[in-house]
């Protein structure tokens, strides 16, 4: 089973990283989405988070505030394992990969306004269960 790293970056004016998926993405193109990626073999779920970000956001500083227990996703005949993270940059400079054409700053209850994946959706769902706070 695949296991998946999802980092939801939150600043300090408590809004939400969201990114534009490219339209030759395989999977939810044009949705808005948030920093996922799989893990690889013989590298920890916390490598793969660091990895990915690093990647696809040029991001290196940040830090995680909070995780979550490893969630199973289905999707049709897809199923994958995702550890959720709460991150927060350093600071401010992200230049996107091909995997994304775009990204903005969103308030929580802003997001449910946008075009976004299911995936993404239910890891906000899990992340901010009890309301949205970094605590």
Known sequence: MKEVVSAIFINKKEEILILKRSPHKKHYPNLWDTMVGRK???ETIVEALHR???EELGIEDFSIIKQ???ELYT???HQWNVTIFLCQMEKEGIT???EHTKYKWLSLDKI???NCSEPFLKDLRIMFKNGFSAE
């Open 40 to 42: 690889e073999e013989n």
């Open 68 to 70: 979550s227990k490893t």
């Open 75 to 77: 999707e049709g005949d």
């Open 96 to 98: 996107l990969n091909d």
């Open 52 to 54: 990915e970000i690093k």
């Open 112 to 114: 449910k306004d946008e």
